[in-house]
């Protein structure tokens, strides 16, 4: 199995200064943008990405085209990039920042171009400092050139990009929480409906936001097409997609490849496998994706392969654990994270996961009961009626439901690793 | 105690970059961060006064991100993950090295204000667990043992500038991915170093 | 919005508006679904979850909040399923897990949601073994105010009311998730003219108000449904007693009028009605002293006089606290004194206490405006006194206007209140220190967008007793001739509408005192009122009343009028009379009474009808009843009268619309400038206030407003200075207010240690340095 480097291309093969003006122009860099200045007219555009196929890589998988199609008309029009990548597991859109930021700059001149915008925004995690200042010095050497600001090369578009750094809450990447947080309000979701970003985004006004990986593939997409790009991977899943490979695995990192091959394959190959060891359990997309087994390798990285085994491929976030590992700790970290990270809008959320990490901490620790295995699925059912993946939900969001993802996970094909934890049942004979 | 001329200035102009004043809170706590190690009862009363909302909504938003401390931090903030790639690889042993070293327990600082010591979810460096954060310059594939060699070298050199590439260099192991280019750029405090906010410093 | 949709709920068709929120359309077809955080006055933000429902999606059934949830066509909606119930129950355990289940000792045991939808949808047992979070017990958040964090369910009803509706937002959530907490600022406490509200709107007992603290249980209060009378606004309300105390009074939720809110002074000055200093038995002044007497002594005393005197020129005094019906029977008694034997018929004898009244906008050529005029127009003028300090909930009602985008014109210098929400501020480039008009108005550009052709709603009225009719004039012509127009007097006391209903022609302490120049200074009555104190007159009607024979003053205090008085008969007052009001709509409404008459009190019409029967007068009225149909009966409009049959029907709960004919007659002050512009602020020193103990310090601060050039022109430098004028000084603080033009200095009329000034005199002001300055008085 090889990668196939489309967005990462021009990182691999200049590793010195991939990140500069000067090397991203030398290797074709700003020519698809410019192409689309001088000729294109924004239908065209819009097709192009609609051709293409791709869909969202922030972990929803929304069709691009579809989303922009649903842009509704104003004079004020924001783009905000979503780089608060905070999924555990997740580090993909950190090497598009750190390593290729006029790849994503010139997506976003491409995508405002097609979307009549004159101001975008930035939204980067506080935690990546050094993504930001990459990002932050090559606008400033747009800037220099005319590639941003009035009349960009030479022609009749205007357009603003503001870098604005998150402050440590995970539940900023979700987009209208991150609206809030770029209005500077409490990171808080809001209500779907009425405030769909398109419609009512950013000041109210009607708002595209993207991952950093969506509006990076812009550029490929349009120096190619958009036929060009559905030809790679599989249907329902073109293109590429980089994917981030961690825990028990001998050669982590950022892999980009086409979809459609299997787990397996990918730790085998470009993973160089585990250390001498069998996985347990993997998480295919992500903290918030429901987990599938170590004899479960076959498994197709698909968005839609994925789906059907119930669960999904998210933000493309895959984490090796093999049979070493104590999968109540294991769950236990992620329901700590998902606690820790609840807005605390919502009732369910705010008390539901807590107490789960309570229970679970109580059960790691040899203090659990008989009734903690019935009592953690219901209050993990209290959240997420049904227990089914794509969750239902008496929340808000999805982050209250994805905490009990984990919890469901063990109970279902790992459960004896809890019973043992609990007192034994005492038979009075 | 109002802020000096210079941070107004900053304020005034980090402000200028949004289309509305209240955009500009996240940034402004943040340069309040800078020069206070914590937000301040003072630098809300001068937030709220420069983007025209109450205190206490300054205090609400304030309070919901974990990147605003509370309460005064040291000069090397040490944020330890303990997200579940790191969770995995034994973080809780690096974890318990830089608490016995600095005699910390969490979100706690040292009588010096030198050290603060926080367990973190996830920075992102998942490909190189277990990882640290100094003043958000990221360290990864450290071990226990690394992580003391670190802290000591902080106690030691007391640098002005915290580097990613230079902490990585010394102290770290296996990466998320390949760095590749080299970078003098860090922070000067316990909040990201980021030039707009004038927070980072390149290190001659 | 308007369109009727058909949509299912639980198998049943029911219709609603296009756009209504699920849980409001339910509701109005007695579908009742549990919920917190949603209040109809609020937008909502279906934190709680309680309110649940499953509709079908195209992708199956959903768990959604009805209380964000439009109705439309063909939507089906469950709100029994077996899935609907578990989540129902799910959410009540969840909140209860953190929640100190101490309702023994909680004010809202007995009326609590939280208690109440647990016993109906909540689980049997908590399985909950973890601690409890964990808070500071009741921490006061303002004077009248205490917040217990662990009762709260952080249902976001207190920092919405705060930030939509008052638009104070001082009380907000700190930290996130499982840590998120209700709190004020540190040294900033929630300072609000309405903070009352969120005691009333929490659904737990996490806000709880200092006046009802521990005093009873829900179960044993009596209630009837009232009318305020703190503002000419009728705001409509509740009140609760208990053993024959107003304990506590509620904001009801009229449509029309105030929505459900209160200002705190409606809410709770109510603490005087059981007051020590209350006024119970009649009080005769003989020699220097006064002394108890009963009721036929004090009848037989005043007919005495009347007849010693032998055809005595009788005044009446009245204040803005009677009843319609009381102002009827003054009116007749009054009458009854003029045409018979005593007066000439032409000459008026009725006095209102009130020198912001003028003869305002009542003839045929102009519109009366209704409250939801404000929501329906397209631009609200005002120029009046401050509506934020004197018509408290008109300010939320300009609010909600001007938040749903009605655009708002503010005349200075009164209601800097405004400003913020105002599209035009005219200030001191409009409006001269005098409060004339320096432009004309056809030469603004700004106003003649925001008002020309438009469907305007104005409020009027004088900002300062000594603001000239003329300059109102100017504005309500002009407004007349270029937009479509409705109009609110702007008088802002009580039932000053009712006085100026129901007396037919009524004067004002102008013309008391020019009048008082040529009368035989025989008999003054003073109803309600309180002139010498509150009056710019005050210290000629001081000098006029101790010259005069006899007065007779009807009130629930002894206070700086009834001093003079040489017979004081002790009234009824609010919760212990029963009568109607009529609000600066003209909207007639009921107020009820719930209190027994205290001591030895009489309703105001009772003692004027002994009064008229023992002089031989044919006045009889054996019941409050009987003049309310009396005088209901002369309303223009036939098929609406507000009668108390009428007013008591469910579809009349409202209040009733209707009109007379008013007739004013009252000239301007004749004085130019004001040095100091005294204004009423919400609080002071009026006899209720200061012997309600829960908010009787309020109104305690001394302070001035004026503007940085005035300031330095005085050259003061700190917060702190000594106001002089003439022979009398006051320690006052210093606000800054940058709209009040220069040399304009604002000072609150109704406070203590303020009475001694003069508005139309010169005064000085200097910086106070050392604590020696503060001892001059
Ligand atoms: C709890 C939560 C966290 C999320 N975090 C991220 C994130 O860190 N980065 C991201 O791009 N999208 C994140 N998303 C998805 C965004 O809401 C949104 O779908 C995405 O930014 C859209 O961009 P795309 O269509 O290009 O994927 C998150 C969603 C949820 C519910
Ligand atoms: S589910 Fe959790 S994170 Fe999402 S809105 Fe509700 S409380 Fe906030
Ligand atoms: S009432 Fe609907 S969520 Fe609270």
Redesign the interface.
């Known amino acids: 199995m090889k990668e196939t480097l489309l967005l990462t291309k021009h990182m691999r093969e200049n590793p010195e200064d991939s990140h500069s003006l000067k090397s991203y122009e030398k290797n074709g860099g700003y020519e698809s943008v410019k192409k689309v200045l001088k000729s294109g007219t924004p239908e065209e555009v819009l097709q192009e990405i609609k051709d293409s196929n791709i869909r969202g890589r922030g972990g929803a998988g929304f069709p691009t085209g579809v989303k922009w199609g649903f842009l509704a008309e104003d004079e004020e029009r924001y783009l905000v990039i979503n780089g608060d990548e905070s999924e555990p597991g997740t580090f993909k859109d950190r090497i598009l920042l750190e390593r290729d930021p006029h790849q994503l700059i010139e997506g976003m001149i491409i995508t405002c171009f097609a979307a009549n915008i004159s101001k975008a925004f930035i939204y980067i995690r506080g935690e990546y400092a050094k993504p930001a200042r990459r990002v932050q010095s090559a606008i400033e050497e747009a800037y220099e050139k005319g590639y941003l600001g009035k009349n960009i090369f030479g022609s009749s578009m205007n357009l603003d990009i503001v870098v604005h750094l998150g402050a440590g809450a995970y539940i900023c990447g979700e987009e209208t929480a991150l609206l809030n947080s770029l209005e500077g309000r409490r990171g808080e979701p809001r209500l779907k409906p009425p405030f769909f970003p398109a419609v009512k985004g950013l000041y109210n006004k009607p708002t595209l936001v993207n991952n950093v990986e969506t509006i990076s593939s812009v550029p490929w997409i349009m120096s190619n097409s958009g036929k060009d790009y559905s030809s790679l991977g599989v249907e329902g899943s073109t293109g590429t997609r980089i994917f981030s490979l961690s825990g028990h695995i001998n050669n982590p990192g950022n892999y980009e490849i086409e979809m459609g091959s299997s787990f397996g394959e990918f730790v085998d190959t470009l993973g160089k496998g585990v250390k001498n060891k069998a996985i347990k359990a993997y998480i295919p997309g992500g903290a918030s994706a429901p987990w599938l087994r170590g004899d479960q390798l076959d498994v197709k990285m698909t968005i839609d392969d994925v789906a059907n085994e119930g669960s999904m491929l998210g933000s493309g976030a895959v984490v090796m654990m093999d049979e070493d590992t104590n999968l109540v700790l294991a769950a236990k970290s992620l329901v700590s994270f998902f606690a820790h990270e609840s807005c605390g809008q919502c009732t369910p959320c705010r008390e539901g996961t807590t107490w789960l990490e309570n229970i679970l901490e109580r059960v790691a620790s040899g203090r659990g009961r008989l009734s903690d295995i019935d009592l953690l699925l219901d209050v993990c059912d209290n959240i997420s009626p049904g227990l089914t993946w794509p969750p239902k939900m008496t929340t808000i969001c999805p982050l209250g439901p994805s905490a009990t993802a984990s919890i469901v996970s063990l109970m279902k094909d790992f459960r004896s690793e809890v019973e043992v934890l609990l007192p034994k049942k005492v038979v009075i004979g | 105690m109002s802020w000096e001329t210079e941070r107004l200035e900053k304020a005034k102009q980090i402000i200028e970059m949004y289309p509305q004043k209240r955009s500009a809170l996240g940034p402004l706590l943040y340069l309040a961060q800078d020069k206070d190690g914590y937000i301040s009862n003072e630098s809300i009363v001068e937030i709220s006064g420069l983007i025209g909302i109450t205190e206490v909504q300054v205090q609400s938003v304030a309070s919901f991100y974990s990147m605003y401390k509370q309460e005064p931090t040291g000069k090397f903030l040490l944020s330890v993950c303990k997200s579940i790639s790191c969770e995995i690889s034994n973080s809780s042993d690096v974890i318990n090295s830089v608490k016995n070293f600095t005699g910390l327990s969490n979100n706690e600082t040292d009588d010096e204000n030198f050290f603060t010591y926080e367990s973190v979810e996830c920075i992102g460096a998942c490909g190189g667990a277990p990882a640290i954060q100094v003043n958000y310059e990221t360290v990864e594939g450290l071990t226990p043992d690394k992580a003391v060699d670190l802290c000591k070298w902080l106690k030691e050199e007391e640098p002005e500038i915290v580097v990613a590439d230079e902490l990585q260099d010394k102290f770290g192991g296996v990466k998320s991915f390949d760095w590749a280019i080299a970078d003098n750029n860090g922070a000067t405090s316990p909040v990201p170093g980021f030039q707009t906010y004038d927070t980072s410093k390149e290190k001659k | 919005m308007n369109e009727k949709v058909t949509f299912t709920v639980d198998g049943k068709q029911l219709e609603g508006k296009q756009g209504q929120l699920l849980i409001e359309a339910c509701e109005d077809s007695g579908i009742h679904i549990p919920r917190f955080c949603w209040h109809k006055r609020l937008d909502?933000?279906?934190?709680?979850?309680?309110c649940?429902v499953e509709i079908d999606t195209p992708r199956g059934k959903?768990?959604v909040p009805s209380c964000?949830t439009?109705v439309s066509e063909e939507l089906i909606v469950e709100t029994e399923s077996d899935?609907v119930k578990?989540?129902q129950?799910?959410?009540l355990?969840?909140?209860l897990?953190?929640h100190p289940l101490d309702c023994p000792i909680c004010d809202k045991a007995g009326e609590c949601p939280l208690q109440d939808q647990t016993m109906a949808y909540g689980p049997g047992e908590s399985?909950?073994i973890?601690e409890k979070r964990h808070f500071e017990k009741p921490i006061p958040v303002s004077d009248i105010v205490l917040l217990d964090r662990e009762r709260c369910?952080?249902c976001a009803r207190c920092t919405r009311f705060s930030d939509e509706i008052s638009g104070?937002?001082?009380?907000?959530?700190?930290?996130?998730?499982?840590?998120?907490q209700v709190?004020?600022?540190?040294?900033?406490p929630f300072k609000s003219y309405f903070s009352g509200n969120t005691v009333q709107i929490c659904p737990v007992g996490a806000l709880t108000a200092t006046s009802y603290r521990f005093k009873a249980r829900p179960w044993d209060l009596k209630k009837v449904s009232s009318t305020c009378n703190c503002c000419s606004l009728g705001c409509s309300v509740e009140l609760n007693v208990s053993q024959n105390k107003m304990l506590r009074i509620l904001g009801e939720d009229n449509e029309f009028t105030n929505q459900g809110w209160l200002s705190d002074k409606g809410r709770y000055n109510f603490e005087y009605l059981h007051s020590e200093n209350r006024l119970l038995n009649i009080h005769s002044r003989e020699n220097e002293d006064y002394q108890t007497i009963n009721i036929s002594d004090a009848i037989e005393k005043i007919k005495d006089k009347i007849k010693d005197l032998d055809n005595p020129e009788i005044k009446f005094i009245v204040g803005a606290n009677s009843t319609n019906e009381e102002y009827f029977a003054i009116n007749k008694f009054a009458n009854s004194l003029n045409r018979n034997e005593f007066l000439s018929k032409d000459k008026s004898n009725v006095y209102f206490a009130d020198d912001h009244i003028h003869n305002g906008y009542f003839s045929e050529e102009y519109t009366n405006a209704t409250f939801e005029d404000l929501d329906n127009s397209d631009a609200i003028v005002v120029w009046a006194e401050d509506i934020k300090d004197n018509l408290p909930v008109l300010f939320l009602r300009i609010k909600k206007a001007v938040k749903n985008g009605v655009k708002l014109v503010v005349f200075g210098h009164t209601n800097t209140a405004l400003e913020s929400l105002a599209d035009l501020y005219l200030g001191a480039e409009i409006v001269s220190n005098n409060f004339e008009l320096k432009t004309s108005l056809s030469n603004i550009q700004e106003l003649k967008n925001i008002i020309d052709s438009k469907k305007v709603t104005t409020i009027i009225g004088k900002s300062t007793p000594l603001q000239k009719k003329d300059s109102l004039d100017t504005l309500i012509n002009h407004l007349q001739k270029v937009s479509d127009l409705k109009i609110f007097n702007c008088f802002s006391k009580a039932n000053t509408f009712g006085a100026i209903q129901h007396i037919d022609q009524i004067k004002g302490l102008n013309e008391f005192c020019t009048e008082y120049e040529n009368s035989n200074k025989n008999i003054v009555f003073t109803i309600g009122a309180n002139p010498v104190n509150s009056s710019f007159f005050g210290s000629k009607i001081k000098d006029i009343l101790e010259d005069t024979d006899y007065v007779i003053s009807l009130d629930i205090f002894k206070n700086e009028t009834t001093e003079l008085a040489d017979l004081i008969l002790p009234t009824t007052a609010f919760g212990e009379k029963e009568g109607t009001i009529t609000n600066m709509e003209m909207r007639v409404m009921k107020q009820n009474k719930i209190l027994p008459d205290p001591g030895s009190t009489l309703s105001e019409w009772e003692y004027l009808i002994m009064i008229a029967q023992s002089l031989g007068k044919d006045i009889n009225y054996d019941s409050v009843n009987e003049l309310n149909s009396e005088l209901a009966s002369q309303f223009t409009k036939t098929e609406a009268l507000p009668t108390f049959d009428n007013l008591n029907k469910p579809s009349n709960l409202f209040g009733i619309l209707n009109q007379k004919e008013i007739n004013l007659n009252i000239k301007d002050i004749d004085q130019d400038s004001p040095s100091l512009l005294m204004v009423k602020r919400l609080y002071g020193d009026s006899s209720t206030q200061i012997n309600s103990p829960s908010i009787s310090m309020l109104g305690s601060e001394r302070f001035i407003e004026l503007s940085e050039f005035t300031l330095d022109k005085y050259g003061i430098e700190s917060n702190v200075a000594t106001l002089t004028q003439g022979s009398s000084s006051i320690f006052v603080n210093i606000k800054l207010n940058n709209l009040l033009p220069d040399n304009l200095v604002l000072a609150p009329i109704n406070r203590r240690g303020f009475e001694k000034l003069d508005s139309t005199k010169d005064f000085d002001l200097k910086e106070t340095k050392n604590m020696k300055d503060l001892s001059v008085n």
Not at chain 3, 44 to 50: A, E, K, L, Y
Not at chain 3, 183 to 188: G, I, M
């Open positions: 909502p933000v279906g934190m709680c979850r309680m649940l959903a768990l964000t439009q899935t578990k989540a129950e799910g959410v355990e969840f909140l897990i953190n399985r909950f973890e369910i952080l104070d937002p001082l009380i907000e959530f700190i930290q996130r998730g499982n840590k998120t709190n004020t600022f540190p040294d900033e």
